[in-house]
């Protein structure tokens, strides 16, 4: 089963794309751009206006954290930290700082959600695999007993060890990768690279602004249409902009569509209007960023926008599944022309 909760496996099926054009009195083609798989997603990191070399050399040091982190953080990598918390029969595990920063936000993310969000789904996780060639729907009785493992209550944090309780699995792929993708802006701002774009499988960081000084633009996957087709597009500056969509990661049974976003309530794909949303907010909120992305989705456009309307710093755009926007206030969205 996939480290993500949100499982995109690759770029053409982003829920965000990069309008990079730097515009006059900049050079476009100075750029230096890598892309990996990590996190179970396709990685693209670019580095505009540096000698390419150095930016080659920052674009390598930032994968490599990628896969420092994802030995830290995946539940299905042995020996990492996740799992041996998940198979330490309650006990407490001595972890590393960033796992306890990313189960501390975790736990914040289902604290503000009333349980909406929570990071012990991992045995409902575990049950549906999108990824199958011939995925199949679990069968009811399973779902039921993973559902009553899940509690984020059952996870203590105590100095640097975390204790899990019951017989719940964590599973952090509904905030790693804004989580992570944050850390590595940071990396790369610390090492000298001023304008840049990190998209982590929809996870997209804005570092400073492109090479002529203006904002870049984010565009915005419309789900039903042809990849690369945009709704529009929104501002970024030193900002996290992070889509999660039911269109990401889905499969047809009996004649019923079955996403990825789970309900931690139920066990199983959430119903409401949304078909995605996209949150932006500070680059260093990039992790509570891509915890509220699913938040609002299990939430549905009116309650989603309610909560983000509530958290300062945070904008919301819905593309409700009759095709139509809504957004917050302070979301800037430019549309797509006709």
Not at 80 to 101: F, H, M, Q, Y
Not at 228 to 246: F, M, N, R
Not at 300 to 316: D, M
Request: charged share 30%; glycine share 10%.
């Amino acid at each position: 089963m996939s480290l993500f909760f949100k499982r995109i496996v690759s770029l053409g099926l982003l829920a965000l794309l990069i309008i990079t054009q730097t515009g006059c009195g900049a050079n476009p083609e100075r750029k230096v751009s890598d892309s990996g798989f990590y996190l179970d997603t396709e990685c693209t990191i670019t580095v505009y206006d540096m000698d390419e070399s150095e930016a080659a050399g920052l674009i390598a040091g930032a994968f490599d954290l990628c896969a420092d982190y994802e030995s830290k953080l995946s539940k299905t990598i042995e020996g990492s930290d996740v799992d041996r918390i998940n198979n330490a029969g309650g006990k407490p595990v001595k972890v590393s700082e960033e796992t306890l920063d990313v189960i501390s936000l975790g736990l914040e993310a289902g604290k503000e959600s009333d349980g909406a969000f929570d990071i012990t789904v991992g045995r409902i996780t575990d049950l549906w695999d999108f990824k199958a060639e011939d995925p199949k729907v679990p069968a009811e009785k399973d779902i039921r007993e993973a559902v009553s493992t899940v509690g984020y209550e059952n996870v203590k944090i105590d100095g640097d060890t975390v204790s899990l309780g019951g017989d719940a699995k964590i599973d952090l792929g509904g905030i790693a990768k804004g989580y992570i993708s944050y850390k590595l802006a940071e990396y790369l701002e610390e090492n000298g690279a001023e304008h840049a774009i990190i998209n982590l499988g929809g996870n997209v960081v804005a570092v400073g602004t492109k090479p002529d000084g203006s904002d870049w633009k984010v565009g915005i996957q419309d789900p039903n249409a042809e990849r690369q087709t945009v709704i529009g597009s929104t501002p970024a500056k030193d900002q996290a902009v992070i889509t999660s969509g039911i269109y990401e990661r889905k499969f047809e049974k009996d004649g019923k569509i079955y996403h990825h976003i789970i309900d931690p309530e139920t066990g199983y794909p959430v119903e409401n209007d949304i078909e995605g949303v996209t949150i932006k907010c500070a680059s260093e909120d990039a992790g509570m960023c891509d915890a509220y992305s699913t938040i609002c989705l299990l939430k549905g456009s009116a309650e989603g926008k309610r909560f983000i309307e509530s958290k300062k710093g945070f904008e919301a755009l819905f593309y409700k599944k009759d095709g139509t926007v809504v957004k917050t206030d302070g979301m800037d969205f430019e549309p797509a022309e006709e």
